[in-house]
């Protein structure tokens, strides 16, 4: 299993990002994926969650309505499009897939700052 994140870099206040997630190693279309966040000095959190078909899909309170998550099955990559960011933002990104176990990438970062 190998995920790889992408499209990290740094964003002024009230821009725009997407950050990929490009999958191998198993059945990409078979499981849900999620994204995770880092920030310095704080616990790893849980941002987005998307279903396998892509049909549903959950936000944490404090991305909702800015942030969106897609997949494309045919590619085997997984998407964030971050809109109107702020610089709590300012995280390490982690794509997540759980199977038997939980499989991360090793993160890109974005870094939102004027």
């Known amino acids: 299993v190998q995920l790889v994140e992408s499209g990290g870099g740094l964003v002024q206040p009230g821009g725009s990002l997407r950050l990929s997630c490009a999958a191998s190693?198993?059945?990409?279309?078979?499981?849900?994926l999620s994204w995770y966040r880092q920030a310095p000095g704080k616990e790893r959190e849980w941002v987005t969650t998307?279903?396998?078909?892509?049909?549903?899909?959950y936000y944490a309170d404090a991305v909702k309505g800015r942030f969106t998550i897609s997949r494309d099955n045919a590619e085997n990559t997984m998407y964030l499009q971050m809109n109107s960011l702020k610089p709590e933002d300012t995280a390490v990104y982690y794509c997540?897939?759980?199977?038997?176990?939980?499989?991360w990438g090793q993160g890109t970062q974005v870094t939102v700052s004027s």
């Open positions: 190693g198993f059945p990409f279309s078979n499981y849900a």
């Open positions: 998307i279903s396998s078909t892509g049909s549903s899909t």
């Open positions: 997540k897939v759980t199977m038997a176990e939980a499989y």
